[in-house]
């Protein structure tokens, strides 16, 4: 091996760590200084299979293994057996969601944070104590709510998640929604927000308003946006709207009921 170039083990390492996920060439490695002249022409050829495909190929994968789940405990089978993120290789548990499987009212975050990458539940860290609080003041906890994630896996260095990323893991929500059943849905933060309704807002201009979820069997939901708990310890100055719009949720409760 070229004493410029690192293994290949170590390299693809490297990558995976780093989220990497579309390859620009069919030769491994990386160079410190410019690459052997007969490698050149080769990292021309047109690669056959892209990332890009396997992106594709993937997402098909995973929305096709979700029509076998009949139950939330199904469903985490089937996404820890998935190989088709690599995030997955990177994480040390696959999350998927906590609290009652059959709750009215669906949280749905961005991703698992250190914390619950290492317990494997979702919601247990800081964001999580923090986002108990807010359900408790309006008189509700997780067994009146099942709350979950966009990815079931922690990105590196909790890192924001590729459009490749949401894309493959989309499907498991979606069936997530789909076996729940519930009746509304609270996004927490722009990603989730973004993910589930197919927009590009700030949480800022999507927030204050119900919107409308139509899930895969045909039911519309009703969607809120709220901030994320992660950024109201960063921001506490935003708590203010953030209880503004969990009101707004528990008047819809109760008018409904």
Known sequence: MNDNMLGVKECLEFYISAGVDVTCGNVSGVYLNSPPEEKIETQKTKIPYTAAVAGVESVKAATALCQNAASIQELKKIVENFEGCALKYNA??????DGNPNAKIMFIGEAPGAEEDMVGKA???KSGQ???????AIGLDRDHCYICNILPWRP??????SDAEIAVCLPFLKKQIEIVRPDYIFTLGAVAANSL???SETVSKLRGKWMEYTADDGRNIKVMVGYHPAYL??????????WADI?????EIEKNN
């Open 156 to 161: 590196p260095g909790n890192r924001a998640p």
């Open 123 to 125: 919601f247990v860290g």
């Open 197 to 199: 309704l197919q927009m």
């Open 130 to 136: 923090l986002l108990n609080k807010i359900l408790a």
């Open 92 to 97: 040390k548990n696959t999350v998927i969601g």
């Open 233 to 242: 310890l960063r921001t506490p100055a935003q708590k203010a709207k953030m």
């Open 247 to 251: 009101l707004r949720l528990k008047s």
